[in-house]
C-alpha cells in the first residue's frame, strides 16, 4: 500500500531564507508525485507535480522539488521565501494505474520577518 | 482559468440529517472525487467517478455516501444521515483524460454536524 510521511508538521523560517520541506513515500509500483498548497480558508492549490523525466521540477512561486528513487523522497524546496508562503504544504502521491490520491499529513509553513 | 467550485462553502446541520454538497468540475474534465478533511487531519480520498459510476471508493465511504452527476455540470456528495464524526472540510476534485492530468480541486466546503 502506498504511504506519504512528511516528518516536520511546522517548520518556521526567517523571510529571505532558504527551506526544505520534506517528503518520503512508499509504493510498490511506479508513482505520480505532487506537492499542494492550502492557504488559510482556501482550498487544495497544485504547486509541481512530478510525471517522469528530469527528476528536477519547478511549480508556482519559485518552489521546486526532486525526486529521488533511491531515497524514495520528493523534498520541496525554496531557496528565499517570502511572507506570502504562509500556508500548509501537502505532499501526494498517486499510482500510475490509480486514480486516488494519498496525501501527507501536512508542513506547516511558518515565515517570520 | 477554470475552476472547480463548490456550493455551500459552510454547512451547518442537526445529526440524523440528509446533507447534499455541490460541485461544478471543470467543464471538459471527466474525472470527478470526493476527498474529506477532518480537522487537524490528513486530507483522505473518498470516492472517484467516472462515466457515470464510481471507479474507487474508499472504506470511508459506506452506505451513508452517496455521489451522483444529475445533469452535465454538477457532481453531489449526499450523505444520508448525519453523524458527529462527519464533520469535516469536504473537497471536490476533477481532471481531464490522460493518466498524468493533475487533479484541480475546489475551495471546499465546511459541513459542520450539531
Known amino acids: 500500500a502506498q504511504s506519504v510521511t512528511q516528518l516536520d508538521s511546522q517548520v518556521p523560517v526567517f523571510e529571505e531564507a532558504p527551506v526544505e520541506l520534506r517528503c518520503n513515500y512508499s509504493s510498490s509500483v511506479s508513482v505520480y508525485l505532487f506537492w499542494y498548497v492550502q492557504y488559510p480558508n482556501q482550498g487544495l492549490q497544485l504547486l509541481l507535480k512530478y510525471l517522469s523525466g528530469s527528476t528536477l521540477v519547478k511549480g508556482i512561486n519559485g518552489f521546486e522539488a526532486e525526486f529521488n528513487k533511491s531515497q524514495t523522497s520528493f523534498h520541496l524546496r525554496k531557496p528565499s521565501v517570502h511572507i506570502s508562503d504562509t500556508a500548509e504544504y501537502f505532499c501526494?502521491?498517486?499510482?500510475?494505474?490509480?486514480?486516488?490520491?494519498?496525501f501527507g499529513s501536512g508542513t506547516r509553513l511558518s515565515i517570520r520577518p | 482559468e477554470p475552476e472547480v467550485t463548490q456550493t455551500p462553502s459552510h454547512q451547518v446541520t442537526q445529526m440524523g440529517q440528509e446533507v447534499i454538497l455541490r460541485c461544478v468540475p471543470i467543464?471538459?474534465?471527466?474525472?470527478f472525487y470526493w476527498y474529506r478533511q477532518i480537522l487537524g487531519q490528513k486530507v483522505e480520498f473518498l470516492v472517484s467517478?467516472?462515466?457515470?459510476?464510481?471507479?474507487?471508493k474508499s472504506e470511508i465511504f459506506d452506505d451513508q455516501f452517496s455521489v451522483e452527476r444529475p445533469d452535465g455540470s454538477n457532481f453531489t456528495l449526499k450523505i444520508r444521515s448525519t453523524k458527529l464524526e462527519d464533520s469535516a472540510m469536504y473537497f471536490c476534485?476533477?481532471?481531464?483524460?490522460?493518466?498524468?492530468?493533475?487533479?484541480?480541486f475546489g475551495d471546499g466546503t465546511r459541513l459542520s454536524i450539531l
Open positions: 467543464s471538459n474534465h471527466l474525472y
Open positions: 501526494a502521491v498517486r499510482e500510475s494505474s490509480a486514480s486516488k490520491i494519498i
Open positions: 467517478f467516472y462515466n457515470n459510476e464510481i471507479s474507487e
Open positions: 476534485a476533477s481532471n481531464g483524460a490522460g493518466d498524468n492530468q493533475p487533479q484541480h
